[in-house]
């Protein structure tokens, strides 16, 4: 646990003088409070005894003036420790999502959505506590028990004794009770993570689950998962319910023996009424921080479970990452090589094996075969997603894994099959390709992907919010717009990933217009599945169980009579409009 909370202290750094100036005003608020016992104390024997009322004015004033700077002391460290709290959490949370969002595909491929939230935001909120607010805390409890403590040995030393030997009761108590606490917070954590997951799974998957009338099941999933969450929640208030009794009642038994002891001091004149007042109140006073290790104790558990799941995300190392010396790329040809490049997803059988091919500048090549033949491997190598398990990729002569990924990035641009729309307006979408654009570049993007009529006529125009992914609009409307989102990155190389395979027939022939616009003078490769997209490449690459087993154009591949020839002629036959499966 030390060792975590270590590794929490880079981001603690900055802000150590304003944690150290809360600290001071939560000592010197907890200072004051033991001064107003005390004082407590004296006005109760100036009361009762002394009957003095020019001193006991005196006394009154000095009492508020205590009790008003105790509440400025108490105002500035809860603003302090609030302020500091919020951007610890802020900075330590924007460093774990830069971290996940560098990592592979591979790792997003082996975990949900959800999962990944709860530990960003669920996760890293309890550790938040423990390193901002429980420090606080600590503090405060160390002043007290230190000027409580010292207070009641000056006062009566045998009836501090007394209360010391009972408090440690306390602590016992705490230890008995901490294993459980900290087991079934972990659990409770966990099962929030999962609900979590279920419900961001559920949200965004709405259409599957209406369409295919699964509301129900899914509400006896959230319902099963509620209770999980539930039964867990009971068991630690079942522990927390006989926890606090116990406590209570050690506490109650320590009250009594005070009072008796300090009352028989009373009778016999070794203490004054005040002093036994004001000792019953720092007893009082001492219950608390021993009554908060408990509490600290548990929740240092339950951090211990949130730091655990937070740094695992930390401690994923990056799989693609730059070279120790990368080359920034500054402009590009286009020229890209394939060199025996092989690659096998982790734990599964190879997906590609020794392919070789190479595009010209300018020149558009299509990727052709049935599903499982490797196109979408080539385009996650190309993109720089995975590396090669063998071979080597080129972009102008140059490795690509020696390039500065943010560079080559720039020199790219996809427009997928299932189009990614951001929350927000359109124009801050088409502005993704190219932050720092113009409205005016952003306009004439749309007019060149055929985007700027059906924008136009939108309520708000360029200004209209889109809903989740776009779902308010048509799927070739959304395509246009990524079309728009290309052009304006204006890249040298362009991946198409099956980029009209959903769309109708009328969709279609607008986003090919916009396609042509957009592969002008560009570098494009191409995965496509409709031969109307096929037969516009430069040259065909077909692929089938890895390899690249014909290429050529398309009139070439039909004379050949091999897989290409099978494939086209098949959909002639039947009235496929999209490559089939080959028979095996």
Known sequence: ??????????????????????????MGAAACNLILIRLGGSLWDLITVQRDLSQLTHMVWVFIGLVVGQGLLSMGHSYLTAWVSQHVMADFRTHVFGHLHRLSLNFFAKRRTGELLSRLMNDVGTIQSLLTETPMDILKHLVTIIGGVGFLLFMNWRLCLLILILLPLLAVVARMFGKRLKRLSTIIQDQTAHLTTLIEEVISGIRVVKSFGQGPREERRFRSAVEGLLETTMKRTGVLAVFVPVITLCTFSMAVAVLWYGGKQVIEEHMTPGDLFAFVLFAGILIGPFGSAARIFSQVKEVQGATTRVFELLDTPLEIQDAPHPKVVQSLDGH????????????????????????????????????????????????????????????????????QIDSWYRQLALVPQETVLFGGSIVDNVR??????????????????????????????????????????????????AIARALLKDPRILILDEATSALDSQSELLVQAALTELMKGRTTLMIAHRFSSIQRADRILVLHKGTIVEEGRHDELVAKQGLYHYLFTLREAEGITEIPEPAS
């Open 336 to 403: 890209i090589q394939f060199d025996q490049v092989s690659f096998a997803y982790e734990g599964r059988s190879s997906i590609l094996e020794s392919v070789s091919f190479s595009i010209k500048p300018g020149e558009m090549v299509a990727l052709v075969g049935p599903t499982g033949a490797g196109k979408t491997t080539i385009i996650n190598l190309l993109h720089r997603f995975y590396d090669p398990t063998a071979g080597h990729i080129y972009i102008d002569g140059q490795d690509l894994s020696s390039l």
């Open 432 to 481: 993704y390709g190219r932050w720092e654009a113009s409205e005016a570049d952003v306009v004439e993007a749309c007019r060149r992907a055929h985007a700027h009529e059906f924008i136009q006529m939108l309520p708000e125009g360029y200004q209209t919010i889109l809903g989740e992914k776009g779902i308010n609009l048509s799927g070739g409307q959304r395509q246009r717009i």
């Open 1 to 26: 646990m030390m060792n975590d909370v270590s590794r929490f202290l880079p981001f603690l750094k900055p802000y150590l003088l304003s944690m150290g100036g809360a600290g001071l005003l939560v």
